[in-house]
């Protein structure tokens, strides 16, 4: 009984450990922001694709979409991870 319940405090100390380092926070993915710019597009666009940001490279992302009519420029921002991003136009190319 001993040998489980020292078996037990080794891996709970090593899970408060990771979770104290952040490695048990989800963060944001380009895919996750690419899926949400999708669905607020609506329909099937043609191409869409997200790319991390240099100085906040788990919360902003800039985005390009293309539907059969136009493209668009993209920032999201995504303040909490597992949360939906803000997405904010920021051009758009109308064909």
């Given at each position: 009984?001993?040998?489980?319940?020292r078996c037990l405090l080794v891996v709970s100390a090593l899970l408060?450990?990771?979770?104290?380092a952040g490695c048990g926070e989800a963060s944001s993915s380009?895919?996750?922001?690419e899926t949400q710019l999708e669905r607020q597009l609506g329909g099937n666009p043609k191409f869409v694709e997200c790319d991390r940001s240099a100085d906040q490279p788990n919360k902003r992302?800039?985005?390009r979409a293309e539907t059969t009519a136009d493209r668009y420029r993209y920032v999201a921002t995504?303040?909490?991870p597992g949360r939906p991003c803000e997405l904010r136009r920021t051009g758009v190319e109308l064909r």
């Open positions: 009984m001993g040998g489980v319940r408060a450990a990771a979770a104290v380009p895919e996750r922001v992302y800039t985005c995504c303040p909490q």
